[in-house]
């Protein structure tokens, strides 16, 4: 018995003399400092691939292209300094990509700031040449969306679009759109002549639409519930979009799997004719769930 625990005792021990000795041995910090990609983003021809790389805290823009797709850094930022890199842009048509540089504000509308900066610290949109890596800053904002044929790049500012000429260094063509709420989700229709959007008042929200040509907004079939993702159809003519009913005893922090059954809507936008095409079942999985994507709903192309 005893030279049983004795012979027991003395393989445990040689356990981490062995570990110590194996010649494959890393760190703790080898593991944490291993870069990490995200924001993979393919171009409109399918032709290049980017994605941010994050290594030891610093991030950078990568690139891949066909048919080896070896990728390549693009941008050159050299310090840890916290602010992300996101909201990638392929413009392969103008051998540019558009994304953002810094984090999302806190409820107080600041931004992160963690290396304590005195200059502080923005949300800022900027395009880096696929070719010489050159980068260079459009303009403060967030959420970039780019035109078919990249004449139009809308963003978001101080809770309003904005719309400007990518390639207009003066800032003269920028078309600032007055709404009252709060904007997000801007949407380019397949010709590039119209924007979606959303527009939020609170305890509901509108899916929004400017027209380039005649320079006036439209809201889609307004109710005083909560409407979303707007996603165009392939022809242009029509939107379709999420609507959640208002329900305001709503606890927080609680999972919920039933609610107001949540729909789907889509607007013909010559007419205006507004039709319910799908709506969930009441009871468990009535209450809608946010998927991590850009878009809720898409529009297949066999419509």
């Known amino acids: 018995m005893k030279r049983s625990i004795i012979l027991s005792l003395a393989i445990c021990l040689s356990f981490p003399l062995a570990a110590q000795k194996a010649p494959n041995s890393f760190r703790l910090e080898d593991v944490m400092s291993a870069a990490f990609p995200t924001n993979l983003t393919v171009s409109p021809t ?43 842009i392929v413009d392969d048509s103008k051998n540019q990509i558009i994304f953002v540089y810094g984090g999302a504000p806190n409820r107080q509308g600041e931004i992160p700031n ?24 459009l ?25 400007m000429d990518p390639s207009d260094t003066s800032k003269k063509s920028v078309i600032s759109l007055t709404t ?11 010709s590039g002549d119209r924007l979606a959007f959303v527009s939020h008042r609170r305890e509901h929200s509108y899916i929004g639409v400017y ?40 606890l927080p922090f609680m999972p919920r799997r039933s609610a107001l059954p949540w729909s789907i809507h889509v607007v013909n936008i010559k007419t205006g004719k507004a039709e319910q095409v799908w709506k969930a079942r009441g009871g468990t999985g009535s209450a809608f769930r946010f998927v991590s994507a850009r878009d809720q709903l898409m529009w297949g192309i066999d419509n």
């Open 46 to 88: 399918k032709s290049m691939v980017a994605w941010v790389q994050n290594k030891e805290g610093i991030r950078n823009i990568y690139l891949a292209s066909g048919p080896e797709y070896q990728g390549k850094q693009l941008t050159n930022y050299s310090k840890d300094d916290g602010q992300e890199i996101n909201s990638l």
């Open 114 to 137: 963690p290396t304590s900066d005195p200059d502080g610290a923005k949300r800022q949109i900027f395009s880096v040449n696929i070719t010489s890596g050159k980068t260079q800053r």
């Open 139 to 163: 303009v403060d904002g967030f959420s970039p969306q780019l035109s078919p044929g990249g004449k139009w790049l809308a963003y978001i500012k101080g809770g309003s679009i904005s719309i």
């Open 180 to 190: 009252r709420g709060r904007c997000s989700s801007p949407r380019w229709s397949p």
């Open 211 to 250: 027209n380039l040509s005649t320079k006036r907004i439209e809201y889609l079939d307004p109710s005083v519930d909560h409407d979303s993702s707007p996603a165009w159809s392939p022809t242009g003519d029509e939107i379709g979009f999420i609507r959640i009913p208002n329900e305001a005893e709503v």
